[in-house]
């Protein structure tokens, strides 16, 4: 398991992970690494910085869904990210219910770090950003 670091610290921490995982990347643009190639081996928080990225530059989308449900049919009591990441995905009262769980295992894992002394205004964020997106489901339409 993976120490929460504080904000800065784990900003740093996932700038250094997509950097290893660049490196892996071939420079010949048509001989690409696929998604699970380039996690393969990592930690399951570390696979979740990919994720993201691999998201935001619109790559491999069905293989990173598939990678995180994966994820969380292992372990889903385990880093509420993931399930906000396939909730961004989706739409309707699915999304909502994934957010909701997401915020669950989120408010279990701030318990946790608690508990650890750890405090993590992290989680605090990836909370207040859950809720904020299930405000805005029911501002469109289909919830409406």
Known sequence: KMERLPRNQQATRNKKILKEVNKKKPKNKKSKLSFAQ???GKSDEEMLVVAEQFLLEKKDIDEVAQAIQKSILEKPEENGAKYLIVAETMQGPAAVEMFRKGI?????DKVRAEENKEGDVEIDCKIASALASIAELYMTPPLC
């Not at 669950?104 to 279990?108: G, I, K």
């Open 38 to 40: 380039l996690v393969n």
């Open 104 to 108: 669950q295992v989120l408010e279990n």
